[in-house]
């Protein structure tokens, strides 16, 4: 599978999945959960393994995944989600955007590249640290990663 055949699949996936989700006749907490937990871990996957690039995964998929969670908070259309931050004591979560996901995904991968006990895999590593992933490799983990809306 090439490139642009992964973006479009990883598009269709999330498309397919939030659709599911919108049709599901649930509370908006069980909805965003559901999201959390089931979507974003579905992505994880494509983000970690494939080459999307971050701006392509805020240009599209942050954007189709904002309209519906704006559409279930009833927000107006002009509404961003940074104008409307779930509270972590009315829900007991924070809502995570796919980019921030992707930036998350990325640090884990370059942890483990760094940290494995390959020499091989260290010098690909220290090879590469110097590339396109130099912008995650300033977090330890992944709670640095910081929150984007």
């Not at 002009?78 to 796919?98: N, R």
Request: glycine fraction near 4%.
């Amino acid at each position: 599978m090439d490139n642009f055949d992964h973006l479009s699949g990883v598009l269709q996936l999330v498309i397919d999945l939030m659709g599911k989700l919108d049709d599901i006749p649930c509370h908006l907490k069980n909805r965003l959960l559901l999201y959390l937990r089931f979507v974003l871990s579905e992505l994880s996957w494509h983000f970690t393994i494939a080459y999307l690039g971050k701006t392509w995964v805020t240009k599209n998929i942050d954007n189709l995944v904002s309209k519906y969670i704006l559409q279930w908070l009833e927000l107006l259309i002009s509404a961003t989600l940074s104008t409307f931050v779930l509270s972590k004591s009315e829900y007991d979560f924070s809502l995570i955007i796919p980019s921030t996901k992707f930036a998350q995904c990325q640090v884990v991968f370059g942890n483990a590249l760094k940290s494995s006990h390959d020499n091989y895999i260290n010098a690909f590593w220290s090879r590469t640290s110097s590339g396109s992933n130099i912008q995650y490799d300033q977090y330890r983990n992944t709670k640095q990663v910081p929150l984007r809306y």
